[in-house]
């Protein structure tokens, strides 16, 4: 979703992958980045000639946060929604970069923020009734029988999209 929402207000758009999922970047207007066979400097250096990355966008945490804080230019913004644990500030702080966390369900858990949100997943809904964003969904099926299965997608990255478990 990130990466169509940034192609629709018009940005030119960059993501780390595995290399089973250059393809789904691609098509979705995407530069692919193979994070597993390409250090962050060299990715850098090859698409922004070093100076680093305007916007960063974290959905992993952890060492892919470490990693946006070398890959974010000066005066750069990092949002992450996975911002836990322990990190060191100190690259993003010399590169006078932003970071904001992003917790997603909070304003559905505490009611603040809510109406804004509404209105973000309205605009959301009018994009996607107009055809110019699309879900993108893994293409088996999960029950609660083998919900199981459904969790080892999301968690050894095998899963292309969201993964959807019926439960009628």
């Known amino acids: 979703m990130a990466i169509q929402l940034a192609k629709i207000f018009g940005g030119d758009v960059y993501t ?3 290399s089973n999922k250059t393809a ?3 098509s979705l207007g995407a530069t692919p ?3 597993k066979s390409v250090e962050v400097e060299d990715y850098v250096n090859q698409h922004t000639q070093g100076i680093g990355f305007d916007i960063i966008y974290d959905t992993v945490g952890g060492q892919s946060l470490d990693d946006s804080f070398k890959a974010i230019r000066h005066y750069g913004h990092i949002s992450s ?3 836990f644990g ?3 500030l100190a690259i993003g702080s010399l590169r006078s970069s ?7 369900l909070h304003p559905m858990l505490s009611g603040e923020g809510r109406k804004h949100h509404g209105d973000i997943l309205k605009q959301a809904t009018k994009l996607i009734e ?3 964003l699309k879900p993108i969904l893994d293409s088996r099926k999960f029950t609660l029988d ?3 299965e459904a969790h080892k997608a999301v968690s050894d990255g095998s899963a292309i999209g969201k993964i959807v478990v019926d439960i009628i």
């Open 146 to 148: 083998n919900a199981i």
């Open 16 to 18: 780390t992958v595995s």
């Open 130 to 132: 107009e055809g110019k």
């Open 81 to 83: 929604c996975a911002a």
């Open 33 to 35: 980045i193979d994070y």
């Open 86 to 88: 322990t990190h060191n």
């Open 24 to 26: 789904i970047a691609k």
């Open 98 to 104: 932003n970071l904001h966390g992003v917790f997603v």
